[in-house]
């Protein structure tokens, strides 16, 4: 979907009203897809796609649309016809519309005329694809959008039709580092504002759209179906082609209340030829089963935490108390940690000397870590192992900006192999007044900065709550203004690194219920160094954060 989208809605004179006018690993494509399973049901398409063809063959298109298999359509405007009419159309082609687009204007002029043509077309949705420009330069701007939306919403419930917004990559552009589209969710009702989530463009966007489909599960009922073929161009491609993983991710979003599956592509050169290949590869998907763990958090354990226990016995005792994974292994012990049953959820690209210090802030190290991690991201997808740990370095003598510069300059670099292979490069943060002196990521800011710049779902931080909390502390107001930038967590006790327990100065269950709550779908990895009985306190540890 382009911003060309505002304009085709306006002009094909729908809603405004047609009365009115007289009528996001492996690359994807080798990943092994599911033998068995649930399917994923009816699939639908956004019309949009087709927009040309129906500009000249309405009705014909329509059936074309058919015949490739399609049940549901999702349209973008009528085209000069009536909502009657074009009702008649869909009962004779065995079409349903479960939703509609409408421009954001409607809401102040032909709502009235909305209402009534989603009743005519048999709609249960109506959704707003797109803000106007003029109204999204500052966050106030979209809490008043807001406003106008829970305005709308109220107005369709009362005629038994649910409200919905529709998201592009420019609502995850960042503004006073927060992301526009969680500023507006948190500021309309949820009971009456929706979203459709078009994957697409959160995926493009550098988010992640199962942190959505956690912190807000049930208010995402119709997601936007198509794929990318990732950094740089971006590319958009038919479903099942390109880089997204698409099997866990619509198991995903079914458990999180999706009905709704609607394929799209923007500007296919073959626009028939493209939905019908995409129909394809979902009507054949199998969706996998979603992976068990208690609570709403994935753990796992630092190995150099329990350097004593032999790999396999520290797998076995750890997968007992619940734990999912160990975490910062070296790729010689990924298989011992999957032949036990565990995930590696944090893996190093290769075993070397001052591997803190050597990081991405410094041009001179570039090829060498570029290299290190070409070799271990494909290893990594084939391992299963979901993350690799980055450093920033030690200042050398440079300013911050141009520290920062050369971050963002080496990470973009790597990022479209991270994207390919679904491995994502954790970039960590350290505190340089106790342990790491002279270490250039001491801050979030500075860590959120470069992450946003490199836009990329596969480049996050690595929210070390230890060496945060003894540069910043306000921890849980930091996790929550942050979290589309964190891809995983370390704990430790403070002082000490030593349990987390109450015998330090962090509540670290009220931690775990701040990351839980952000929707947070990744790793908090245990790097804490016990007093006593290690597997005690790991015991305790995972108990802190089962939420």
């Not at 306006?10 to 068995?36: D, I, K, M, N, Q």
């Not at 391992?383 to 920062?404: C, K, T, W, Y």
């Not at 219920?513 to 990895?525: D, L, N, T, W």
Request: glycine share 8%.
């Amino acid at each position: 979907m382009t911003t060309n989208r505002r304009d085709f809605l306006v002009t094909s004179g729908f809603a405004l009203g047609t009365a009115a006018l007289g009528t996001l690993a492996l690359p994807r494509s080798v990943r092994p897809a599911p033998a068995s399973g649930p399917t994923l049901g009816p699939v639908g398409v956004q019309l949009y796609t087709v927009r040309k063809a129906m500009q000249s063959d309405f009705e014909g298109t329509l059936q074309k649309v058919a015949a490739i298999g399609y049940k549901q359509v999702e349209f973008a405007g009528l085209l000069g016809h009536s909502s009657s009419e074009v009702r008649s159309m869909l009962d004779r082609l065995g079409l349903t519309a479960p939703s509609m687009h409408v421009p954001f204007e409607s809401l102040d002029t032909g709502w009235d005329a909305v209402i009534d043509d989603a009743h005519h077309l048999g709609c249960r949705h109506v959704i707003v694809p797109s803000i106007p420009s003029a109204l999204r330069a500052s966050l106030d701007d979209y809490r008043r959008v807001a406003d106008k939306f829970t305005r709308g919403a109220q107005r369709a419930a009362k005629a038994d039709l649910r409200f919905a917004y529709h998201n592009h990559d420019i609502d995850f552009a960042p503004i006073d580092r927060q992301l526009p589209f969680d500023v507006l969710l948190d500021a309309t009702d949820p009971k009456l504002v929706g979203f459709e989530l078009d994957l697409y463009w959160i995926v493009r966007s550098g988010q992640d759209p199962l942190r959505y489909f956690n912190r807000w599960p049930g208010r995402c009922k119709l997601v936007h179906v198509k794929d990318t073929k990732g950094a740089p161009e971006q590319r958009m491609t038919d479903v099942g082609s390109g880089i997204i993983d698409w099997p866990p991710l619509l198991a995903r979003a079914r458990s999180a209340g999706v009905e709704y599956f609607l394929v799209e592509q923007d500007d296919a050169a073959e626009p028939l030829a493209s939905i019908s290949t995409s129909f394809s590869y979902l009507q054949n998907l199998r969706l996998p089963a979603i992976p068990a763990h208690h609570g709403r958090l994935k753990q796992s354990i630092a190995r150099w935490t329990a350097k004593d226990v032999a790999l396999p016995d520290l797998c076995r005792r750890a997968k007992k108390i619940g734990y999912d994974g160990i975490d910062l292994l070296y790729p010689d012990e990924w298989p011992i940690a999957r032949d036990a049953g565990m995930t590696c959820s944090m893996g190093y690209a290769s075993r070397r000397q001052a591997f803190i210090q050597t990081g991405f802030n410094d041009p001179a190290h570039h090829a060498m870590l570029l290299a290190e991690l070409e070799a271990a991201i494909p290893t990594a997808a084939q391992a299963g192992v979901p993350n690799l740990i980055a450093m920033f370095g030690n200042r050398h003598g440079a300013s911050q900006a141009e520290d920062m510069a050369s971050c963002v300059s080496g990470l973009s670099k790597i990022a479209p192999l991270a994207e390919k292979h679904g491995v994502t490069i954790c970039v960590e943060l350290l505190n340089s007044r106790v342990d790491h002196l002279g270490y250039a990521g001491d801050h979030t800011a500075f860590g959120v900065d470069v992450v946003q710049a490199v836009r990329s779902l596969r480049v996050k931080l690595l929210y070390d709550i230890y060496h945060m909390q003894i540069m910043e502390g306000d921890v849980i107001r930091t996790i929550r203004n942050n979290i589309p930038w964190i891809g995983h967590f370390h704990t430790g006790g403070i002082p000490g690194r030593h349990e987390i327990d109450g015998s330090q100065e962090l509540n670290y269950r009220a931690v775990a219920q701040a990351i839980a709550e952000a929707g947070f779908p990744g790793y908090v990895a245990h790097e804490f160094l016990p007093v006593g009985e290690p597997f005690k306190a790991f015991a305790d540890a995972y108990q802190i954060f089962d939420v």
